[in-house]
């Protein structure tokens, strides 16, 4: 045997660089389900099945092809738990003269792959990630001379760098922006009328990867009751051409807008397979951009769909391979609280977060502004420390991968790099919850209150965040009309506010 070609879980790639020089007489692809993987963080059982099924719907397409598979399977009687020593069992058996892998996503996973193989003595190639459009060498370059970073700078790059929705060096319609029109609620009624997005009933492989994994993870969080996730390429196309056919041209207007029991509304659903590399971004920008030229979608929605994906997919990779390993320890704002045990069960009475845990326990899958505004707002206005916040992330979505979930949440959300990813924090009290959507309605507490039995614990712990960190937040310009508001309120009414916020952190810590 020549090469073991190794494959993980977020990498089902048939283009992948592993493959140029693939020869079936003389490689072997090595795959391997192991179960530290499901726990090292707790694992949501839909995060779980989607790897698993994902990866043996692939080594399946592979075989079909010829090549030869060397899997691993996770109820295997001879399957040791441990990427490491699985590794080692395959190469003692194999004898490769050589590893071939696709950079691993997250930074850990990559150094002990390096040191096992050098444990081994194999030398060990690793390959670029072509389904990223930025590599770290232009990360890196964008990077040189910047005090500061910002995500629309590098967007702006981007755009031209690939051509994309340019016309003779400029950005089509005039501007490189239209967030100012993609910031709409829905009215009274609620959302328009929308189709539900393409699903896909388990088939036999999902169905034997459930059983297993009911069996093995019995007590993780998380249902698989709906479980209705792509698998596959195939699947994954349907699910793009679905989105763009019917949700992309309002995704711009209701890009922020939530809505009780609505978990989907104008979103793609598409993160799960850009992240397990079965669909390449640059198909899934292709295809917006061609909806607005064919005109069947607003530019407004295009350019903002397009930037989540060519903007911060892009940067947020970027951002964590620049500033790992440090980056996953930073705790900017000392945030010391735990992570309140109702982000487990969605056990409150606040309705905002009861609806986005319960949605997120039910599907894996919440949408940004849920994850943003919802469940990060509150952890952040709360103080919890910002690694227990990382953790539940990148346990509870089915899209949830090292590289891409640390920086929206200890950066974007938790403000715990103190401003890298992001110029300020994200902080709003429950009338910004109220404004976006109709979660207030059905809840026992008042968005417009701080203080006394039915106020909003969002409204009370804004107040409270901004007092706890108004030095800090005071020499941040784009903090300071927030910051100046709490001259509004009456030494004794922060008082109240400040022992009331104390009584939320108090009750929640029990
Ligand atoms: C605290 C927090 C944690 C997050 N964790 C993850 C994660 O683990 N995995 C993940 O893929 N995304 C994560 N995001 C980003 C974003 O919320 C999801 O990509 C999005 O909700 C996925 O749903 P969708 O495919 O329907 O997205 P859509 O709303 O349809 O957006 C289109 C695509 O844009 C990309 N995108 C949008 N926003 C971002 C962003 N901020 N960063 C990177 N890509 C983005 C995604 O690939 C997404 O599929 C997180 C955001 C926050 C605030
Ligand atoms: S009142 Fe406060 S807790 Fe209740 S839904 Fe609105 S924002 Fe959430």
């Known amino acids: 045997m020549r090469n073991l070609v190794l494959i993980l879980g977020d990498q089902l790639d048939r283009q992948s660089a592993v493959f140029d020089d693939f020869d079936p007489e003389q490689d072997v692809v090595w795959m391997a389900e192991v179960a530290e993987e499901s726990t090292k963080v707790w694992v949501h059982k839909a995060r779980i099945v989607t790897f698993l099924s994902a990866m043996r719907h692939f080594a399946e397409k592979l075989r079909t092809e010829g090549i030869h598979v060397d899997y691993l399977k996770l109820d295997a009687a001879e399957n040791p738990g441990s990427f490491g020593v699985a590794l080692e069992m395959a ?24 040191a096992r193989a050098e444990s081994l003595g194999l030398p ?11 590599s770290h060498a232009d990360f890196a370059k964008h990077l040189k001379g910047r005090k500061q970073l910002r995500m629309e700078f590098f967007y702006r790059e981007m755009r031209v760098k690939h051509q994309v929705l340019m016309e003779a060096g400029k950005p089509v319609g005039g501007e490189w922006n239209f967030d100012q029109e993609n910031r709409k609620s829905f009215s009274k009624e609620g959302p328009p009328l929308h189709a539900a997005p393409r699903c896909f009933k388990p088939d036999a492989i999902t169905q034997e990867v459930m059983r297993v994994v009911e069996a093995r993870f019995p007590e993780h969080p998380g249902s698989l009751v709906d479980f209705d996730w792509p698998l596959t390429t195939e699947e994954a196309r349907l699910c793009l051409h679905d989105f763009i056919e019917k949700r992309l041209p309002d995704f711009g207007d209701y890009q922020d807008a939530m809505w009780t029991r609505e978990p989907w509304l104008f979103h793609s659903r598409l993160s799960v397979v850009m992240n397990l590399k079965l669909l390449d971004p640059r198909e899934v920008i292709a295809a917006a ?23 911060w997919r892009e940067y947020v990779r970027g951002i964590y391979w620049h500033f790992m390993p440090d980056y996953v320890g930073l705790n ?13 069960d969605g056990q409150t009475e606040m309705n905002c977060l009861h609806d986005a845990i319960g949605q997120t326990l039910r599907y894996g899958y919440a949408h940004h502004i849920q994850r943003l505004m919802v469940t990060g707002l509150f952890a952040l206005l709360l103080g919890v420390r910002p690694q227990a916040v990382h ?46 959507s109709n979660y207030c309605s059905g809840c026992r507490y008042d968005p417009a209150k701080s203080m006394g039995a039915n106020a909003c614990p969002f409204t009370t712990l804004y107040w409270d965040f901004l007092m706890r960190h108004e030095d800090r937040l005071k020499q941040n310009q784009r903090m300071s ?30």
């Not at 060990?124 to 930025?134: G, I, P, Q, S």
């Not at 951009?289 to 903007?311: D, H, M, T």
């Open 91 to 114: 190469a003692s058996r194999l004898k490769p003269k050589k590893i071939i892998m696709v950079e691993a996503g997250e930074w850990q996973v990559r150094e002990n792959f390096r």
């Open 124 to 134: 060990l190639d690793e390959c670029e990630d072509r389904r990223f459009l930025a």
């Open 289 to 311: 951009e061609k909806a607005y030229r064919s005109g069947s979608a607003p530019l407004a929605a295009v350019e903002g769909f397009i930037r989540q994906i060519l903007g």
């Open 332 to 344: 900017e704002l000392q945030a010391t609280q735990p992570l309140p045990k109702f982000y487990w």
């Open 391 to 436: 953790e539940w992330y990148l346990a509870v979505y089915v899209d949830a991968i090292e590289w891409v979930e640390l920086p929206n949440t200890l950066g974007m959300s938790q403000h715990g790099d103190g401003g890298i990813m992001a110029s300020k924090p994200y902080i709003a009290s429950g009338k910004y919850i109220q404004r976006m």
């Open 481 to 510: 009309m927030q910051v100046r508001n709490l001259n509004r309120l009456s030494e004794g009414d922060k008082t109240a506010i400040r022992e009331q916020a104390e009584a939320v952190r108090q009750r929640l810590q029990a």
